[in-house]
T-cell receptor
């Protein structure tokens, strides 16, 4: 079956770095997405990886290893506004998205 | 910026009622989707549409139907609401130019069925 795993909740300190992991098993693979969702709001697109390696976008970076079925989202210089849920979604061979349950990130001062 | 607007943020309906959830996007996107979001679960796809008057079943279509009469509007219909349809419903759209186009979501409709 198809499956995505990510931690349910993580806590980090303002100014620090946090890495949110995501492992996936899909029938075929056409890329992996990360979305951010603040409480009560719409998910918003953060990143898309289809090739192995690290993609950096300001304070946020996303990494993919296709051979390991693994991705992570790296958040640097954490700010209180980064408190949110982070959703990982893998696209299978039919271009359908398989979603993880999300990781709730709590930032403490 | 793409705007996806869902007509209601909160709805309370009774069991057996027919419920309409409306979604409008303003960026001429071909693709539109309806998801439900429940605690501890990933987003689950109910229905999607790649074109006007076209619809495809997602992973959990039972108890739902959809309508896409105009490109910008995608409606989700609960024919006879049941308590297990209490959930957050998210509408999304994306351009049809690339299969890896990111989704643009509405703010969601939190539906409670009593």
């Amino acid at each position: 079956g198809q499956n995505i795993d990510q931690p349910t909740e993580m806590t980090a300190t303002e100014g620090a770095i946090v890495q949110i992991n995501c492992t996936y098993q899909t029938s075929g693979f056409n890329g992996l997405f990360w979305y951010q969702q603040h409480a009560g709001e719409a998910p918003t697109f953060l990143s898309y990886n289809v090739l192995d390696g690290l993609e950096e976008k300001g304070r946020f970076s996303s990494f993919l290893s296709r051979s390991k079925g693994y991705s992570y989202l790296l958040l640097k210089e954490l700010q209180m506004k980064d408190s949110a849920s982070y959703l990982c979604a893998a696209m299978d061979s039919n271009y359908q998205l398989i979603w993880g349950a999300g990781t709730k990130l709590i930032i403490k001062p | 910026d793409v705007k996806v607007t869902q007509s209601s943020r909160y709805l309370v309906k009774r069991t057996g009622e027919k419920v309409f959830l409306e979604c409008v996007q303003d960026m001429d996107h071909e693709n539109m989707f309806w998801y439900r979001q429940d605690p501890g679960l990933g987003l689950r796809l109910i229905y999607f549409s790649y074109d006007v008057k076209m619809k495809e079943k997602g992973d959990i279509p039972e108890g739902y139907s959809v309508s896409r009469e105009k490109k910008e509007r995608f409606s989700l219909i609960l024919e006879s609401a049941s308590t297990n349809q209490t959930s957050m419903y998210l509408c999304a759209s994306s351009t049809g130019t690339a299969d890896n186009s990111p989704l643009h979501f509405g703010n969601g409709t939190r539906l409670t069925v009593t």
